[in-house]
């Protein structure tokens, strides 16, 4: 049973390490995102003799990226504080998991003890008998 439970809990730690593994891709790509939009915000221009209207709607452009960034950002922000929860879920089920494997080591060390102590009476009632007998 306590084999079963030290099994699970190493898969349900392997898991979360994935997921986490998946939430930080996610990180990364809006990272990405992130920066393309603010170069492409940096490098965004108009002719230089271009029309009133050019400038504006350049400034409109501009500003919808930058509110693409911050919604970005929030998603950003809200994936990082997953991914934190997903690190505490990990140190917990490794606590456990440690938990369980010592409690497997000594029940293998237990069964060790009876098994030497069997083979040590068996041994010890075929001397006797020897000794009787002879």
Not at 118 to 131: P, R, V
């Amino acid at each position: 049973m306590i084999e079963k439970l030290y099994n699970l809990k190493k898969t349900q730690t392997d898991q979360k390490i994935a997921q986490q593994g998946q939430v930080q891709a996610k990180v990364d790509t809006l990272d990405e995102e992130i920066g393309k939009t603010q170069e492409s915000i940096n490098t965004s221009s108009v002719d230089k003799f271009g029309a009133i209207s050019d400038f504006t709607i350049l400034e409109i452009h501009k500003n919808t990226m930058k509110i693409h960034i911050t919604k970005l950002q929030n998603q950003k922000s809200l994936l990082l504080s997953q991914i934190n929860k997903i690190k505490q879920e990990i140190v917990e089920l490794q606590k456990e998991t440690e938990q369980y494997g010592y409690i497997l080591k000594e029940e293998k060390r237990e069964a060790i003890k009876k098994l030497l102590l069997a083979e040590e009476e068996a041994s010890s009632e075929y001397m006797q008998s020897k000794y009787i007998r002879g």
